[in-house]
């Protein structure tokens, strides 16, 4: 399965340090669950 992810917009610029922006938050989130379904993945920017 390829998921695709349109960035339209960017967490702010002061919260950046602490939580990231959006491409990192996502592909920790689906990294996360993969590792508990025990599935391989590919992350490409």
Same mark, same amino acid.
């Given at each position: 399965?390829? @998921?695709? +992810? ?7 610029? !002061? %919260?950046?340090? *602490?939580?990231?922006? *959006?491409?990192?938050? @996502?592909?920790? +989130?689906?990294? !996360?669950?993969?590792? /508990?379904?025990?599935? /391989?993945? /590919? %992350?490409?920017?």
């Amino acid at each position: 399965m390829k @998921i695709g +992810i349109l960035q339209a917009d960017s967490v702010l610029d !002061q %919260f950046q340090p *602490y939580h990231g922006d *959006y491409p990192g938050m @996502i592909a920790g +989130i689906l990294g !996360q669950a993969a590792t /508990e379904l025990n599935l /391989e993945t /590919e %992350f490409r920017n």
